[in-house]
């Protein structure tokens, strides 16, 4: 156990007190890319670690013009209302210099935002969704110690990012529009394998659309294999801006929660996603040290010119550049 300063053990003392501006601090400072603040952070970690894995942790995933913000929003206000508090984590992939989606996320779930009960962080992007992926992961732990009873982590719904969020939730949900497409354009996409549930949302805008939509997308599941012999995938419709359907929703990941549970998958699944994580951590940081090994930066640019131009062969190369850091 890593012994912690009088500044650190208040932090510590502040986030399991529930204060957000504690809070906020120990996220940033896990966040820090600074050497030293690393290990302060690890220190916090691990004196908030006993007080982790109360929350349940929700993925929430779709194409950009799904209405995630409204439905994450109409969702995070519902269930404030019976009495949980929610913290609303955004991962987002895209540019840093643009800031993606994040700003107007914010600006959309105004009123969620500005509720006592809520709490809402964007994951900061550093060009690497295995960065991104990493600090939220952390940025939860911290938040479950808050003692926030629901966690959602809501990604862009391009590229990999799902995968991402699908590791480290208990439940990950694809929101889908009524005129998604046909099913075998959503097989393709290969996101459906990794749905728990799925959710048509803006169903009042076209209600015969979505019932078209609510039944291809269930053949489609038919031909798919389900991720658990326990649970079949829900597949529902809803209005998140008339919020109409929330509560079904949250039903619905009530049963799954309660099903998983009982058959002993719940927990497998989260000591699955930790043992990941840590073989994530440790390839990370094993690249990170090759690359920057001195002899592997100097060789590096004229192996891979060698490599390009077809002087020698990939494997090559690799094999001589691996040998330069074995001990």
């Not at 078209?212 to 326990?230: D, G, V, Y």
């Not at 995938?233 to 359907?245: I, R």
């Not at 989260?270 to 690249?287: F, P, S, T």
Request: net charge neutral; with cysteine.
């Amino acid at each position: 156990m890593t012994m912690l300063d009088a500044n650190d053990r208040a932090l510590v003392d502040g986030v399991l007190a529930r204060q957000l501006r504690p809070l906020a601090k120990a996220i940033t400072l896990i966040e820090s890319q600074r050497e030293d603040h690393k290990a302060r952070a690890q220190g916090v970690l691990e004196a908030l670690l006993p007080h982790t894995g109360g929350a349940m942790r929700v993925g929430i995933s779709g194409v950009p013009g799904v209405g995630k913000s409204t439905f994450i929003e109409a969702l995070g206000l519902y269930l404030i209302e019976q009495g949980l508090r929610v913290a609303v984590l955004a991962v987002d992939p895209s540019s840093s210099l643009s800031g993606g989606s994040i700003l107007g996320d914010k600006t959309r779930m105004e009123r969620l935002s500005q509720n006592p009960a809520a709490f809402i962080r964007p994951s900061p992007s550093a060009g690497s969704l295995g960065g991104v992926a990493e600090k939220t992961r952390e940025t939860m732990l911290v938040c479950e110690a808050a003692g926030f009873d629901v966690l959602i982590v809501e990604t862009v719904g391009v590229g990999q990012s799902e995968t991402a969020v699908a590791g480290m939730t208990d439940l990950f949900c694809l929101l889908q529009l009524p005129n998604a497409g046909d099913e075998l354009q959503a097989i393709k996409k290969g996101i459906m394998e990794l749905a728990d549930l799925i959710v048509i949302n803006k169903a009042d805008l076209d209600p015969a659309a979505a019932m078209r939509a609510k039944a291809q997308i269930k053949t489609a599941l038919h031909m798919l294999r389900p991720a658990s012999p326990n649970w079949t995938v829900p597949v529902l419709t809803l209005s998140a801006l008339k919020k109409e359907g929330i509560a079904e929703f949250w039903q619905a990941v009530s049963d799954y929660r309660r099903t998983l549970t009982a058959s002993g998958e719940f927990d497998a699944r989260r000591r699955h996603q930790a043992l990941a994580w840590m073989w994530e951590l440790i390839d990370a940081g094993l690249r990170s040290r090759f690359r920057t090994h001195p002899q592997v930066k100097h060789a590096l640019p004229g192996f891979a010119r060698a490599v390009e131009e077809g002087t020698t062969t990939p494997s090559a190369a690799a094999l001589r550049l691996l040998g330069y850091v074995q001990a």
